[in-house]
C-alpha cells in the first residue's frame, strides 16, 4: 500500500521532457506544474479552462485522484493522488499536455489568432517538425514533484492557493475568491466550480489499487 510516512525530508523527483528523466515509482500523490510556450496567456485567450477541467476529468475517470490545483492564465499546477495503472507518470503528462494543446490550437484558429498560431509554429524544433509536429503550445519541459511528507504536500497546497494572489497577478484578494482553484474548498469547506478530493482522504486509499483500505 501507498503510504505518505513521516520522513526527515521531502525527496523531489523533477521530471524534464527534454532529457527525459524518469519517474520510476508506478504511484503515489504528485505536484504536476507545466507552462505555456513563452509564458503567453493562451488559457486566458481562449477562455481555456474548461479544457484543463476535461483533462482533469480524464485523470479521475482513470481512477487517479484530483486534490489541488489551480489555473493560472498562463500556466497550471495541480496535486494528485496517481494510482498504478502500467502507464508511467512521464507519459500520462504528456498525453494531457498533447491532446490541451490541440484543443487550444483548434480555439486560436476558430478564433482566427494567426499572430499566436505563427509564433507557435515558428517555436517547433526541427527534429519535431520532422515528426508533424505543427504548433509549440507549451513549454518543452515540465515538473513532477514526488510528495512523500504531509509537510511538504501541505507547502505545496499553500503555494498553489496563494498562487493568484502573489506578485504580479493579483487576480483575487483572497485565494477562496479565484474560481480556477481548489483553495475555496480547503478554506470554506465547500467545493468550487472543480470539484476534488481532500488531500486527507489519501490517508485511507491505497494508491497501489486506487481503493479505500
Given at each position: 500500500?501507498?503510504?505518505?510516512?513521516?520522513?526527515?525530508r521531502?525527496?523531489?523527483?523533477i521530471c524534464n521532457m527534454s532529457v527525459r528523466k524518469a519517474i520510476q515509482e508506478p504511484?503515489?500523490?504528485?505536484?504536476?506544474?507545466?507552462?505555456c510556450y513563452q509564458w503567453m496567456h493562451l488559457f486566458d485567450i481562449v477562455s481555456g479552462y474548461d479544457l484543463v477541467y476535461?483533462?482533469?476529468d480524464y485523470l479521475k475517470n482513470e481512477g487517479h485522484f484530483i486534490t489541488g490545483y489551480v489555473i493560472m492564465p498562463n500556466h497550471l499546477h495541480f496535486l494528485g493522488g496517481f494510482i498504478s495503472t502500467?502507464?508511467?507518470?512521464?507519459?500520462?503528462?504528456?498525453?494531457?499536455?498533447?491532446?490541451?494543446?490541440?484543443?487550444?490550437?483548434?480555439?486560436?484558429?476558430?478564433?482566427?489568432?494567426?499572430?499566436?498560431?505563427?509564433?507557435?509554429?515558428?517555436?517547433?524544433?526541427?527534429?519535431?517538425?520532422?515528426?508533424?509536429?505543427?504548433?509549440?503550445?507549451?513549454e518543452p519541459s515540465f515538473d513532477v514533484k514526488e510528495c512523500y511528507t504531509w509537510k511538504f504536500i501541505l507547502?505545496?497546497?499553500?503555494?498553489?492557493?496563494?498562487?493568484p494572489c502573489m506578485g504580479k497577478w493579483n487576480l483575487a484578494?483572497?485565494?477562496?475568491?479565484?474560481?480556477?482553484?481548489?483553495?475555496?474548498?480547503?478554506?470554506?469547506?465547500?467545493?468550487?466550480?472543480?470539484?476534488?478530493t481532500h488531500i486527507?482522504?489519501?490517508?485511507?486509499?491505497?494508491?497501489?489499487?486506487?481503493k479505500y483500505s
Open positions: 500500500m501507498t503510504k505518505i510516512t513521516f520522513m526527515p521531502a525527496r523531489l523527483l504511484d503515489g500523490i504528485f505536484f504536476v506544474t507545466f507552462t476535461k483533462q482533469l502500467g502507464v508511467d507518470i512521464n507519459s500520462r503528462i504528456g498525453t494531457m499536455k498533447r491532446f490541451l494543446a490541440y484543443d487550444i490550437v483548434d480555439r486560436l484558429k476558430l478564433a482566427g489568432r494567426v499572430d499566436i498560431l505563427n509564433k507557435m509554429s515558428a517555436g517547433v524544433n526541427n527534429t519535431d517538425r520532422k515528426k508533424g509536429k505543427l504548433h509549440q503550445v507549451f507547502q505545496k497546497l499553500d503555494y498553489i492557493h496563494y498562487n484578494p483572497s485565494p477562496e475568491d479565484y474560481v480556477h482553484s481548489s483553495a475555496k474548498f480547503y478554506f470554506t469547506g465547500n467545493q468550487g466550480i472543480y470539484p476534488v486527507m482522504e489519501l490517508e485511507e486509499i491505497d494508491l497501489t489499487r486506487g
